[in-house]
Structures are given as C-alpha cells and as structure tokens.
C-alpha cells in the first residue's frame, strides 16, 4: 500500500512537471456561473446554506499562466433570513425577517493547485482557491400585510430622526473581500467547467437591516410613518415601548453571505490572420 501511494505521488509529480515545462500561450475564458446564495447574521448566526436563494451571472477569466487565473464576475443573488424557523428561543421571540438582492461585482485571482489549461489533455484538471475585492449593492426588505417594503429608507433603527443623531442611515453600496475554493476540469472542445464555495465577510451590518437597538415606537412613527413603527419591533410578546433601548442585534459582528455555483465557460481564441503578410 505504501508503495503504491508512493508510486502515485511520482506520477502527479511527474504530470505536473512536465505540464509546467509546455509552452503556455495566455488565454481568455468567458461564460455564465449559476448557484445557490446564503446570508449569515443577527437572523442567522452561523448556519451554512440557510434558506438558500438562486443566484448567477457572468465570469470572464485571463489565463497568463498555468497557475494563475485572473477573473472578474458579475453576480445576481438573493438572501433571506426569518427568526421564526431559528431553534434559538430568543430569536423566535424577536421575529424579524427579511429578504435582499445582492448585485455583485468583482475582480479575484484565482490559484490553481496543478498546472491547468482549457482543451489541454495533459492538464485536464485542477483544484484551485481564489480571493478579491467586491463592490455590491443590496436593498433589505420586509413583508407586511403582503406587500414587500423596502427598510432602508424607514429608518427602523432610529436613522435619521433627530432624536438619534448618532444614527446615520446607512449605505446600500458596501464592499467585502470574497475568498474560498473550487475544482475546475477541462470537459470537451474550448469548454471548461468549475465548482466553487466562497464567503464575503462584509463591511455592513445591515445587509438584514438589523444591527443596535430598539428606537422608541412614537419617534419613528413621528419621523418615518407607521410602516417604521410596525417593521422595527415585530416582538410576539409586548412589543413597543418595553423594548426601547433594549438590544435589537449586535454590532460588534458585520453580516456574511455566501455563494456556490457552477461555472461553464467558453475559451476564447485570438483570430488568425487571413493574409501571410500579416503573420
């Protein structure tokens, strides 16, 4: 047994070096990525893949060398939370929910473990891991009596009253560093396939629109209308002034989301010129 794992090992070592040792020409790859996205915060704190939503979208990838891929992506996902199908009692009681789209994009640099190339048979495959910068809008909303509204703008935590000048209304445009890992393979012809599972840590805390306290009922009614009033504390037991002041969420911890998918891209090659003058 100990031969044999030996023997395999001096085959991946001999594969890989003669891969790197072939004439590598850079390449470019483009096609669309579908998957599944999740979030990860005050309404649920550590469950992977809770009330997965589909997500998906465009990748283009730069190959400068059998190691090295450099990508950009732009993603459409959606996630959601509700504290009514949490097992933590606390939060069943809070009941709060909400629902965003998340628009994502995103420059990475993806490092593959074997030398890998699109339509090369002596490098058809690869784990690899990757990690970037990501710009992404988000929106949170609430149902209430059927209707879909959007939180940001109501203030549900005391944003832009005046009787809370410490509380800014936040911004829906925030930024997070994507990493995680994958498995690509070359599958036939230019077309290559990858898997991956990546997270984003953000820089928010209202990506569910939860983050402080409880603001007084009266003064956002008075400062954003009923709708504020009825989404900011939707308690099962005594909601309304009992819960003023009293923790909403945790702002010592920022929001996660994640995202799984499958890509299918095409690689694209440079035209040959038509005229040997030209060559």
């Known amino acids: 047994m100990q031969r044999a794992s030996i023997r395999l090992l001096i085959f991946i070592s001999f594969v890989a070096l003669r891969a790197d040792a072939q004439p590598f020409k850079p390449y470019s790859e483009l096609g669309p990525m579908g998957g599944v996205?999740?979030?990860?915060?005050?309404?649920?704190?550590?469950?992977?893949?809770?009330?997965?939503?589909?997500?998906?979208?465009?990748?283009?990838?730069?190959?400068?060398s059998p190691r090295w891929t450099w990508r950009i992506h732009a993603l459409y996902m959606g996630v959601q939370a509700d504290d009514a199908l949490s097992d933590v009692p606390a939060q069943i009681q809070r009941n709060l929910s909400f629902r965003s789209v998340v628009l994502e994009f995103s420059p990475m640099l993806e490092f593959n473990f074997f030398p890998y190339e699109v339509g090369n048979p002596e490098t058809p495959a690869t784990p690899f891991i990757f990690g970037g910068f990501a710009l992404f809008r988000f929106n949170p909303q609430a149902e209430l009596n059927g209707e879909w509204i959007p939180l940001q703008p109501l203030g549900t935590e005391g944003q832009g009253a005046s009787a809370y000048p410490d509380k800014k209304p936040y911004s829906l445009i925030n930024a997070t560093f994507p990493f995680g890992f994958g498995f690509k393979f070359h599958a036939f012809g230019r077309l290559g396939v990858s898997l991956e599972w990546g997270l984003r840590r953000t820089f928010t805390d209202y990506l569910d629109d939860v983050s402080t306290t409880y603001a007084d009922r009266d003064i956002l009614f008075a400062t954003h209308g009923v709708q504020s009033a009825l989404l900011a504390d939707r308690s099962l037991v005594n909601p309304g002034d009992i819960n003023t002041g009293r923790q909403r969420g945790n702002p010592s911890n920022n929001d996660w989301y994640g995202f799984a998918g499958l890509t299918l891209s095409y690689k694209l090659m440079k035209r040959k010129p038509q005229c040997a003058a030209y060559q």
């Not at 649920?44 to 589909?54: I, K, L, T, V």
């Open 37 to 64: 996205s999740y979030y990860m915060g005050e309404l649920n704190p550590g469950r992977q893949f809770f009330m997965p939503r589909g997500g998906g979208g465009l990748v283009f990838r730069h190959s400068h």
